[in-house]
């Protein structure tokens, strides 16, 4: 059994979900010299599921390598990915407030999905699982989006809101995972902990 894993995320939110379910991990983040951004490159008419799925892959493997390079006791190492689709297009994270603005005139009254992708490696073999969520959102008016995007949440999040803070309000219905629409589905993550003894 290990008594616990790398997480290789800088997301708080990711760390919070662990942390409810009891899992003790270690933060295993990029290093600064690292373009980790580069991973998450959208290849052209690559579909959101095996966009998220491959760039949760490689975040792994890049830990692998990172954890290597520090010379760090070997444990297990869970990577994950999320991000937004409406209809056949991928919404990533807003560059500019004109960005996530338009990723939220887009949404505003419609239905979405939310995949995020989690893979599980002790280095030499990897397994992952999907979570897929559907999440519908109220009408927003001009001044509540102008107001959000002011409040500066929309960036660093898929799709340009976030579901655990100001942007509740603006959510109607959802349709799966809560937990993966935050960032790191619980059931899926759960699953590949006790696939590799991971006790918590």
Known sequence: MCSFVYLASQSPRRQDLLKQIDVQFRLLAPDRDEDSEALETLHPGESARRYVIRVAVLKAGAAVVRLR???????????????????????????????????????????????????????????????????????????????????REPFDKAGGYAIQGRAAAFVRQVSGSFSGVVGLPLCETAQLLREYQVRF
């Not at 990915?81 to 009254?109: I, N, Y």
């Not at 239905?111 to 992708?117: F, G, P």
């Open 69 to 151: 390079r520090r010379g760090w006791p070997t444990a297990p190492i869970l990577a994950a990915d999320t991000t937004v689709a409406l209809d056949r297009t991928v919404l990533g994270k807003p560059a500019t407030q004109a960005d996530a603005t338009r990723m939220l005139e887009r949404l505003s009254g419609r239905q979405h999905r939310v995949l995020t992708a989690v893979a599980l490696t002790d280095g030499r073999r990897l397994s992952w699982m999907l979570s897929e969520s559907r999440v519908t959102l109220c009408e927003l008016s001009a001044r509540t989006i102008r107001s959000y995007v002011a409040s």
